[in-house]
T-cell receptor, first 111, second 110 residues
Framework: GEDVEQSLFLSVREGDSSVINCTYT??????LYWYKQEPGAGLQLLTY?????DMKQDQRLTVLLNKKDKHLSLRIADTQTGDSAIYFC???????????FGKGTRLSVIA | SQTIHQWPATLVQPVGSPLSLECTVE??????LYWYRQAAGRGLQLLFY??????ISSEVPQNLSASRPQDRQFILSSKKLLLSDSGFYLC?????????FGPGTRLLVL
């Protein structure tokens, strides 16, 4: 079956770049997503990328997709304390079916 | 624009009591709707999803059930809560490409 894997923890210093990595197994993925969850809140869609793209940039966020290796990453430039949260990677196979989520990476930003 | 509501925001219930959590979506029609549970601030477990009124797919067998009485209403229920039902319950909807989440209901079963 489909599977999405992420490392559980990442710690960075304020002002540095953060890179959160994700691997997936479904070769027929159509879209890949990054969600952010702050404490006690629901999941906020940060960005997503279509599977025929290899990069997407949105302000401080850069998403890189290596479809051959089934590897997705999220780079946060100039990481701030407000970026501390859990980041979930997710992939979509067939449109209209449920997303498959990773277990989330807890990003801690040290001032 | 689309909005998703969940209530209550927080709930404390005794073991063996019933449960009803509600999710409603505004600004869209015929959405796919989902219930997830998140335990201990970690991964998401898909519980149910619905592609239309009265159509429910169950992902995990347990003492919970879901219903979709109206196009934009999704209800999660239980007749008798267990301690293990404690967690953060998230409702979500998706259009064609993206999935959006509600604010969640935190349930504590004592």
């Amino acid at each position: 079956g489909e599977d999405v894997e992420q490392s559980l923890f990442l710690s960075v210093r304020e002002g540095d770049s953060s890179v959160i990595n994700c691997t997936y197994t479904d070769s027929s993925s159509t879209y890949l997503y990054w969600y952010k969850q702050e404490p006690g809140a629901g999941l906020q869609l940060l960005t997503y990328i279509f599977s025929n793209m290899d990069m997407k940039q949105d302000q401080r966020l850069t998403v890189l997709l290596n479809k051959k290796d089934k590897h997705l990453s999220l780079r946060i430039a100039d990481t701030q304390t407000g970026d501390s949260a859990i980041y979930f990677c997710a992939e979509l196979g067939v449109l209209g079916t449920p997303l498959v989520f990773g277990k989330g990476t807890r990003l801690s930003v040290i001032a | 624009s689309q909005t998703i509501h969940q209530w209550p925001a927080t709930l404390v219930q005794p073991v063996g009591s019933p449960l009803s959590l509600e999710c409603t979506v505004e600004g869209t029609s015929n959405p796919n709707l989902y219930w997830y549970r998140q335990a201990a601030g970690r991964g998401l477990q898909l519980l149910f999803y619905s592609v239309g009124i009265g159509q429910i797919s169950s992902e995990v067998p347990q003492n919970l059930s879901a219903s979709r009485p109206q196009d934009r209403q999704f209800i999660l229920s239980s007749k008798k809560l267990l301690l293990s039902d404690s967690g953060f319950y998230l409702c979500a909807w998706n259009g064609r490409e993206t999935q959006y989440f509600g604010p969640g209901t935190r349930l504590l079963v004592l």
